[in-house]
């Protein structure tokens, strides 16, 4: 399991509410962003809300402490995960501290120093992921006015994408064939 971390910003449908702040990329306006954690073949392991106008790097640590224990073939269920990637937006002391110290492997781009592309192909499962949660309308722009309300359809969006990459992946064990 080698996560990635990233997040999609979330426009309001004319609501201000808990978790809106303004966007530095759209005119001001207040916003959301949805950050996300996903695992290697992009299944969402956790989903947090904040304000649009909080840094990436602020809520890593939220993030990461959200993650449910996954299951594995043996021994206990694991917490965290081995390694994680992220972009250059977690590219602060901070964070390389927060994941050394709950033993999680740092893989972020360096501001200043590595391409962009360096780290494509393992980014590119958290942007499906975000995509894939982009297609549900109703986080696509906000409506509700309470953060926990958005928080809820998040999470339920991310859990209908669990059960269509699982019946995709052909997971489930039916008595009845069809």
């Known amino acids: 399991m080698v996560p990635g971390v990233g997040r999609q910003h979330a426009r309001p449908g004319g609501q201000k509410g808990d978790l809106t ?55 206990r269920p694991r ?16 964070c390389r501290h927060a994941l050394r110290r709950r033993g999680i492997i740092a893989r972020i781009a360096r501001r200043g120093i590595e391409l962009p592309t360096r780290l494509g192909r393992h980014r590119y499962v958290i942007e499906r992921t975000l995509e894939w949660v982009s297609r549900f309308r109703r986080l696509a722009r906000r409506y509700e006015r309470k953060a926990a309300h958005y928080a809820a359809f998040a999470s339920l969006a991310c859990a209908v994408i669990c059960y269509r990459r699982a019946v995709k992946l052909d997971l489930f064990t039916h008595n009845n064939p069809k």
């Not at 965290?80 to 002391?93: S, W």
Request: zero cysteines; a positive charge; hydrophobic letters at 30%.
């Open 21 to 75: 702040g303004p966007s530095p990329v759209d005119r001001g306006k207040p916003g959301s962003k949805i950050h996300a954690m996903s695992e290697r073949s992009g299944i969402p392991l956790t989903v947090v809300i904040s304000a649009a106008n909080r840094n990436d790097h602020r809520e890593l640590e939220t993030v990461i402490d959200a993650v449910a224990p996954v299951r594995g073939p043996l021994g």
């Open 79 to 94: 917490r965290r995960p081995r390694k994680l990637h992220a972009d250059k937006g977690y590219d602060y002391p901070t």
